[in-house]
C-alpha cells in the first residue's frame, strides 16, 4: 500500500500562488507515476497535471504555463507550484499514484485526503 498526504492548501487571491506537496508513505518503490487532479463543486473530477516514472510531464490546458509538476525522490514527495491563480482555479485537490499505464493515462492507485484551495476574485 501507499499513503499519500497532501497539505499546502489555502485562501488566496486571485493572481497569487500557492504550492502543494504529496507526501508518499510504504510502498513507494511501486510508484510509477504521480499525479494531481482537482475537483469543484457541481464539476467533475479534472486531471490537472502527473510526472512520470521517467519525468515526462503533462498539464491539463487549462493551466499550462501556470502549473509545474515536480517531484523530490529522496523525500517522496511531489510537489504542484500553482501561480497566477484564478478564482476558477478553486477546487479540492487531489493527489495520486500509479503503478502502471502509459503516459499520460496512468492507472491511479492510491489516492490522498485532499486539500482545498480556494481563490476569491
Known amino acids: 500500500q501507499v499513503q499519500l498526504v497532501e497539505s499546502g492548501g489555502g485562501l488566496v487571491q486571485a493572481g497569487g500562488s500557492l504550492r502543494l506537496s504529496c507526501a508518499a508513505s510504504?510502498?513507494?518503490?511501486?510508484?510509477?507515476?504521480m499525479g494531481w487532479f482537482r475537483q469543484a463543486p457541481g464539476k467533475e473530477r479534472e486531471y490537472v497535471a502527473a510526472i512520470g516514472w521517467t519525468s515526462m510531464l503533462y498539464y491539463a490546458e487549462s493551466v499550462k504555463g501556470r502549473f509545474t509538476i515536480s517531484r523530490d525522490n529522496a523525500k517522496n514527495t511531489v510537489y504542484l507550484q500553482m501561480n497566477s491563480l484564478k478564482p476558477e482555479d478553486t477546487a479540492v485537490y487531489y493527489c495520486?499514484?500509479?503503478?502502471?499505464?502509459?503516459?499520460?493515462?496512468?492507472?491511479?492507485?492510491?489516492w490522498g485526503q485532499g486539500t482545498q484551495v480556494t481563490v476569491s476574485s
Open positions: 510504504g510502498r513507494t518503490f511501486s510508484i510509477y507515476a
Open positions: 495520486a499514484s500509479g503503478s502502471r499505464g502509459k503516459f499520460p493515462g496512468y492507472e491511479y492507485d492510491y
